[in-house]
């Protein structure tokens, strides 16, 4: 093997472990300390429970991130492990912390349909109204992915019905748009305006037409 290959090998190895164990560079000046937060966030990736619990037992830092922004807790949300969520808040976890296309761990839960981590992220003081980099919201994502019983939860947790949202879409255009009909049927029960228009001008009608739709279209009529 050539000396260039060799060297290739261990660059391509050394990117992989950065990328797999990558952290906050608030603890790289305390190389011990480095080497817990990369421990917890490998092993919240693998689901290695006990390794967490140690690491965090012998100094973790809670919201140390990997190079993609991402913290153990959003990890166990992404996860869906709803034991090891509760345990990270209960620890003192920071629930608002976004990856780095500002996908924070409430936005995930909702996309995953996910209610009792959901419920546990609010109680943890999350903030449900926050948007990623392309001004998306929780509420979108639950509509979008066709889960009316997150979209119920949000109304409940003070989500205006007619909401506002980027390009002045609403949770019913974003709905229909992606032939949710669950979703469309319960907002229109909640009081949703089907004769509001986006910034194009277009009804949720149209734009569930123009998405050919079907499921959905009748509920509009």
């Known amino acids: ?53 140690r690491v965090i037992e012998e100094g973790a830092n809670l919201d140390s991130r990997n ?5 153990a807790l959003y990890l166990f949300v ?20 976004s990856d780095l296309e500002k996908v924070t761990p409430t936005m995930s839960a909702a996309y995953n349909g996910d209610l009792s981590i959901l419920k546990s992220l609010v109680q943890s003081g999350t903030n449900i ?31 205006e019905v007619d909401q506002r949202y980027h390009h002045e879409l609403t949770a019913l255009m974003w709905a229909s748009g992606m032939n949710q009909r669950s979703v469309v049927a319960l907002l229109l ?7 509001l228009r986006d910034d194009r001008g277009k009804t949720a009608s149209d734009i569930a037409i123009g998405a050919k739709a079907g499921s959905v279209v009748n509920l509009l009529e």
Not at 149 to 158: D, F, M, P
């Open 1 to 53: 093997m050539g000396v260039i290959t060799r060297l290739k090998l261990v660059l391509t190895g050394l990117f992989l472990a950065i990328s797999f164990l990558g952290i906050a560079h608030t603890d790289q000046g305390n190389p011990d300390r480095y080497t817990l937060n990369a421990q917890l966030l490998a092993a919240a990736r693998d689901g290695d429970t006990a390794t967490v619990e």
């Open 67 to 71: 190079r993609g922004g991402k913290t």
């Open 78 to 97: 992404e996860r869906r492990d709803l034991a090891m969520v509760n345990y990270m808040l209960n620890q003192g976890a920071n629930p608002n912390i």
């Open 129 to 159: 109204q926050e948007e990623d980099q392309v001004f998306k919201t929780a509420m979108i994502y639950a509509a979008a992915a066709g889960h009316s019983h997150i979209v119920k939860y949000l109304l409940e947790k003070g989500v």
């Open 189 to 195: 029960s909640q009081g949703a305006d089907m004769t």
